[in-house]
T-cell receptor, first 118, second 116 residues
Framework: GAVVSQHPSWVICKSGTSVKIECRSL??????MFWYRQFPKQSLMLMAT?????????EQGVEKDKFLINHASLTLSTLTVTSAHPEDSSFYIC??????????????FGPGTRLTVL | AQKVTQAQTEISVVEKEDVTLDCVYE???????LFWYKQPPSGELVFLIR??????QNEISGRYSWNFQKSTSSFNFTITASQVVDSAVYFC?????????????FGKGTMLLVSP
Protein backbone atom coordinates (compact mmCIF):
# COMPACT_ATOMS: atom_id res chain seq x y z
CA GLY A 1 0.00 0.00 0.00
CA ALA A 2 0.88 3.66 -0.16
CA VAL A 3 3.47 4.94 2.28
CA VAL A 4 3.21 8.09 4.33
CA SER A 5 6.07 9.25 6.53
CA GLN A 6 6.20 11.73 9.37
CA HIS A 7 9.09 13.53 10.92
CA PRO A 8 9.99 13.71 13.70
CA SER A 9 8.55 10.63 15.34
CA TRP A 10 8.75 12.30 18.70
CA VAL A 11 9.70 15.71 20.02
CA ILE A 12 10.06 17.30 23.42
CA CYS A 13 10.03 21.06 23.62
CA LYS A 14 9.77 23.85 26.13
CA SER A 15 6.57 25.78 26.61
CA GLY A 16 6.38 28.77 24.29
CA THR A 17 8.43 27.31 21.47
CA SER A 18 7.16 26.29 18.05
CA VAL A 19 7.37 22.81 16.63
CA LYS A 20 7.12 21.77 13.00
CA ILE A 21 5.92 18.32 11.96
CA GLU A 22 6.36 17.08 8.41
CA CYS A 23 4.11 14.65 6.57
CA ARG A 24 5.25 13.18 3.28
CA SER A 25 3.62 10.85 0.80
CA LEU A 26 6.53 8.75 -0.39
CA UNK A 27 5.27 6.95 -3.46
CA UNK A 28 2.26 8.90 -4.55
CA UNK A 29 1.05 12.46 -4.88
CA UNK A 30 -1.49 13.88 -2.48
CA UNK A 31 -3.30 17.11 -3.19
CA UNK A 32 -5.09 16.59 0.10
CA MET A 33 -3.71 15.49 3.43
CA PHE A 34 -5.34 15.31 6.82
CA TRP A 35 -4.06 16.09 10.29
CA TYR A 36 -5.43 14.27 13.31
CA ARG A 37 -4.80 14.57 16.98
CA GLN A 38 -5.05 11.70 19.43
CA PHE A 39 -4.97 12.01 23.20
CA PRO A 40 -3.99 8.96 25.27
CA LYS A 41 -6.56 6.20 25.11
CA GLN A 42 -8.81 8.27 22.93
CA SER A 43 -9.86 8.27 19.33
CA LEU A 44 -8.46 10.28 16.47
CA MET A 45 -9.96 13.71 16.03
CA LEU A 46 -9.64 15.46 12.69
CA MET A 47 -7.97 18.82 13.11
CA ALA A 48 -7.72 20.10 9.57
CA THR A 49 -7.62 19.28 5.91
CA UNK A 50 -4.47 20.37 4.14
CA UNK A 51 -4.89 21.39 0.52
CA UNK A 52 -2.00 21.73 -1.89
CA UNK A 53 -1.78 25.27 -3.20
CA UNK A 54 -4.55 26.68 -1.04
CA UNK A 55 -5.48 27.34 2.56
CA UNK A 56 -6.15 24.55 4.95
CA UNK A 57 -9.65 23.87 6.19
CA UNK A 58 -9.87 23.66 9.96
CA GLU A 59 -12.41 21.77 12.01
CA GLN A 60 -14.55 23.64 14.46
CA GLY A 61 -12.71 24.47 17.62
CA VAL A 62 -9.23 24.17 16.15
CA GLU A 63 -7.24 27.40 16.30
CA LYS A 64 -5.82 28.05 12.87
CA ASP A 65 -3.33 30.60 14.20
CA LYS A 66 -1.97 28.07 16.62
CA PHE A 67 -1.82 25.11 14.28
CA LEU A 68 -0.33 26.42 11.05
CA ILE A 69 -0.61 24.12 8.07
CA ASN A 70 1.31 24.48 4.85
CA HIS A 71 0.90 22.14 1.91
CA ALA A 72 3.81 23.29 -0.20
CA SER A 73 3.97 20.46 -2.69
CA LEU A 74 2.09 17.40 -3.83
CA THR A 75 4.05 15.23 -1.42
CA LEU A 76 4.58 17.41 1.63
CA SER A 77 2.35 18.97 4.27
CA THR A 78 3.62 20.56 7.45
CA LEU A 79 1.92 21.28 10.75
CA THR A 80 3.49 23.90 12.97
CA VAL A 81 2.35 24.09 16.55
CA THR A 82 3.10 27.68 17.51
CA SER A 83 3.82 28.79 21.05
CA ALA A 84 3.25 25.29 22.31
CA HIS A 85 1.88 24.71 25.78
CA PRO A 86 1.62 21.53 27.86
CA GLU A 87 -1.99 21.06 26.81
CA ASP A 88 -0.79 20.71 23.22
CA SER A 89 1.04 17.54 24.17
CA SER A 90 -0.51 14.81 22.08
CA PHE A 91 0.00 12.30 19.31
CA TYR A 92 -0.31 13.99 15.92
CA ILE A 93 -1.03 11.82 12.90
CA CYS A 94 -1.28 12.75 9.26
CA UNK A 95 -2.92 10.83 6.46
CA UNK A 96 -3.35 10.99 2.73
CA UNK A 97 -5.99 9.43 0.49
CA UNK A 98 -4.61 6.73 -1.75
CA UNK A 99 -6.08 8.27 -4.87
CA UNK A 100 -6.69 11.96 -4.45
CA UNK A 101 -10.11 13.23 -5.32
CA UNK A 102 -11.86 9.89 -5.55
CA UNK A 103 -14.73 8.93 -3.34
CA UNK A 104 -14.10 6.71 -0.35
CA UNK A 105 -10.36 6.61 -0.84
CA UNK A 106 -8.48 4.49 1.60
CA UNK A 107 -6.55 6.77 3.90
CA UNK A 108 -2.97 5.89 4.53
CA PHE A 109 -1.60 7.10 7.81
CA GLY A 110 1.80 8.26 8.84
CA PRO A 111 3.44 6.69 11.89
CA GLY A 112 2.55 9.68 14.04
CA THR A 113 4.50 12.27 16.00
CA ARG A 114 4.41 12.31 19.77
CA LEU A 115 4.73 15.86 21.05
CA THR A 116 5.53 16.54 24.66
CA VAL A 117 5.57 20.14 25.81
CA LEU A 118 7.28 20.76 29.13
CA ALA B 1 -25.07 11.46 18.58
CA GLN B 2 -22.00 9.51 17.64
CA LYS B 3 -21.74 8.58 14.02
CA VAL B 4 -19.58 5.57 14.73
CA THR B 5 -20.14 3.62 17.92
CA GLN B 6 -17.78 1.00 19.21
CA ALA B 7 -19.50 -0.02 22.41
CA GLN B 8 -16.71 -2.33 23.58
CA THR B 9 -14.00 -0.26 25.20
CA GLU B 10 -11.76 -3.19 26.01
CA ILE B 11 -11.85 -6.91 25.34
CA SER B 12 -9.57 -9.50 26.88
CA VAL B 13 -9.26 -12.97 25.43
CA VAL B 14 -6.91 -15.89 25.65
CA GLU B 15 -4.92 -16.91 22.62
CA LYS B 16 -6.82 -19.04 20.10
CA GLU B 17 -10.19 -17.70 21.14
CA ASP B 18 -12.39 -16.07 18.53
CA VAL B 19 -13.36 -12.47 19.17
CA THR B 20 -15.81 -10.09 17.53
CA LEU B 21 -15.46 -6.33 17.65
CA ASP B 22 -18.68 -4.45 17.13
CA CYS B 23 -19.22 -1.30 15.08
CA VAL B 24 -22.48 0.53 14.59
CA TYR B 25 -22.65 3.56 12.36
CA GLU B 26 -25.11 6.31 11.61
CA UNK B 27 -25.48 8.18 8.34
CA UNK B 28 -28.13 9.72 6.13
CA UNK B 29 -26.07 9.26 2.99
CA UNK B 30 -26.90 6.38 0.69
CA UNK B 31 -23.30 6.22 -0.46
CA UNK B 32 -20.65 5.83 2.18
CA UNK B 33 -17.56 3.82 3.03
CA LEU B 34 -16.63 1.91 6.14
CA PHE B 35 -13.15 1.09 7.32
CA TRP B 36 -11.35 -0.82 10.00
CA TYR B 37 -7.90 0.17 11.17
CA LYS B 38 -5.56 -1.44 13.65
CA GLN B 39 -3.37 0.64 15.95
CA PRO B 40 -0.68 -1.43 17.67
CA PRO B 41 1.26 -0.03 20.64
CA SER B 42 3.70 1.63 18.24
CA GLY B 43 0.91 4.02 17.27
CA GLU B 44 0.86 3.67 13.52
CA LEU B 45 -2.55 2.97 12.05
CA VAL B 46 -2.70 -0.06 9.82
CA PHE B 47 -5.43 -0.27 7.19
CA LEU B 48 -7.42 -3.51 7.37
CA ILE B 49 -10.46 -3.15 5.15
CA ARG B 50 -12.59 -0.73 3.15
CA UNK B 51 -16.18 -1.48 2.25
CA UNK B 52 -18.65 0.63 0.27
CA UNK B 53 -22.31 0.87 1.14
CA UNK B 54 -23.43 -1.02 -1.95
CA UNK B 55 -21.42 -4.10 -1.21
CA UNK B 56 -22.90 -6.13 1.60
CA GLN B 57 -20.90 -9.23 0.89
CA ASN B 58 -19.04 -10.47 3.89
CA GLU B 59 -15.31 -10.67 3.50
CA ILE B 60 -12.71 -13.02 4.84
CA SER B 61 -8.99 -12.43 4.85
CA GLY B 62 -7.06 -15.12 6.64
CA ARG B 63 -8.12 -15.06 10.27
CA TYR B 64 -10.03 -11.83 9.79
CA SER B 65 -13.63 -11.58 8.66
CA TRP B 66 -16.10 -8.75 8.42
CA ASN B 67 -19.90 -8.81 8.59
CA PHE B 68 -21.58 -5.80 7.01
CA GLN B 69 -25.32 -5.50 7.63
CA LYS B 70 -27.04 -2.36 6.38
CA SER B 71 -30.31 -3.38 8.03
CA THR B 72 -28.72 -2.93 11.44
CA SER B 73 -26.08 -0.35 10.37
CA SER B 74 -23.34 -2.60 11.62
CA PHE B 75 -19.92 -3.54 10.36
CA ASN B 76 -18.52 -6.08 12.79
CA PHE B 77 -15.03 -7.51 12.73
CA THR B 78 -14.15 -11.03 13.83
CA ILE B 79 -10.71 -12.41 14.52
CA THR B 80 -10.57 -16.18 14.49
CA ALA B 81 -8.03 -18.03 16.61
CA SER B 82 -6.64 -14.83 18.08
CA GLN B 83 -2.93 -14.40 18.63
CA VAL B 84 -0.90 -12.24 20.98
CA VAL B 85 0.17 -10.11 18.00
CA ASP B 86 -3.47 -9.16 17.51
CA SER B 87 -3.30 -7.08 20.68
CA ALA B 88 -4.00 -3.52 19.61
CA VAL B 89 -6.65 -0.85 19.46
CA TYR B 90 -9.04 -1.34 16.59
CA PHE B 91 -10.90 1.56 15.07
CA CYS B 92 -13.96 1.51 12.88
CA UNK B 93 -14.41 4.57 10.68
CA UNK B 94 -16.97 6.07 8.34
CA UNK B 95 -16.55 8.18 5.23
CA UNK B 96 -19.67 9.90 3.92
CA UNK B 97 -20.45 11.51 0.61
CA UNK B 98 -21.83 14.53 2.42
CA UNK B 99 -18.52 15.20 4.16
CA UNK B 100 -16.50 14.99 0.99
CA UNK B 101 -15.71 11.32 1.19
CA UNK B 102 -12.11 11.56 2.22
CA UNK B 103 -12.92 12.75 5.71
CA UNK B 104 -12.99 9.90 8.20
CA UNK B 105 -15.08 9.81 11.35
CA PHE B 106 -13.62 7.37 13.83
CA GLY B 107 -15.24 5.40 16.57
CA LYS B 108 -13.65 5.53 20.00
CA GLY B 109 -11.83 2.30 19.40
CA THR B 110 -11.77 -1.10 21.06
CA MET B 111 -8.65 -2.23 22.84
CA LEU B 112 -8.07 -5.94 22.32
CA LEU B 113 -5.78 -7.74 24.72
CA VAL B 114 -4.80 -11.26 23.76
CA SER B 115 -2.95 -13.13 26.46
CA PRO B 116 -0.91 -16.30 25.95
Amino acid sequence: GAVVSQHPSWVICKSGTSVKIECRSLDFQATTMFWYRQFPKQSLMLMATSNEGSKATYEQGVEKDKFLINHASLTLSTLTVTSAHPEDSSFYICSAPGTSGRGGDTQYFGPGTRLTVL
Amino acid sequence: AQKVTQAQTEISVVEKEDVTLDCVYETRDTTYYLFWYKQPPSGELVFLIRRNSFDEQNEISGRYSWNFQKSTSSFNFTITASQVVDSAVYFCALSEAGSGYSTLTFGKGTMLLVSP
